[in-house]
């Protein structure tokens, strides 16, 4: 049986993805992500706060000896537009030097903080980096970004669950919804 979180789920929130749905794509993803980076101990990096449930769940679809760390970056605040002014809020940890890289991210939106990240990450010298992301807004973005993995392409609604917020809640629902706008 699906656990009941209805209580915490407001009556303008609708399912997009489903919790079935996101684990039977990150089987799919985990296994690609396999095969990519046999025999190669990458870091993955998840970017806080909104990744931390999919890098949790991915890494455990995930067949090979692997890192952890985390970035913590901020750019959209409390708000829900991009401000464009990207934060450091939490530097890498991890020393990349040498290393195959895989950046988790929930959601790539303007592209604006993949391009940020990629070009901060280059400067430590991995030997491969690559992006993973959840969720992938197609007609937003400001920037071209090539992402190596993309979960569900979605449509530019406000999304919510799963590790994404809404005024810093509601991270813990397990299916992604939208909000029905009036
Ligand atoms: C989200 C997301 C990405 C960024 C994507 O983070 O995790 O890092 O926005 O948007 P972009 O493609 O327009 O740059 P957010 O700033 O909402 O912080 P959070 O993960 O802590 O909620």
Do not use: C, W
């Amino acid at each position: 049986m699906e656990y009941d979180q209805s209580v915490i789920v407001p009556e303008s929130y609708k399912v997009l993805i489903s919790e079935k749905e996101i684990q039977k794509r990150l089987q799919e993803l985990g296994e690609q992500i396999t095969r990519d980076f046999k025999g190669k101990t990458p870091i993955l990096i998840g970017i806080l706060n909104g990744s931390f449930i999919f890098l949790a769940d991915l890494i455990r679809y995930i067949n090979t000896d692997l890192e952890v760390d985390f970035i913590r970056i901020s750019s959209y605040g409390n708000g829900r537009e991009s401000s464009g002014h990207i934060k450091i809020l939490k530097p890498l940890s991890a020393d990349i030097n040498g290393r195959s890289v895989l950046v988790v991210e929930d959601i790539v939106d303007s592209g604006l903080s993949v391009q940020f990240l990629r070009k901060m990450l280059e400067a430590f010298n991995p030997v491969e980096l690559k992006f993973v992301t959840l969720l992938n807004k197609p007609e937003k973005k400001k920037v071209d970004v090539s992402i190596d993995y993309v979960g569900f392409d979605i449509e530019d609604k406000f999304v919510v669950g799963y590790g994404l917020d809404d005024g810093q809640m509601k991270r813990n629902l397990r299916s992604i919804y939208y909000i029905e706008q009036e």
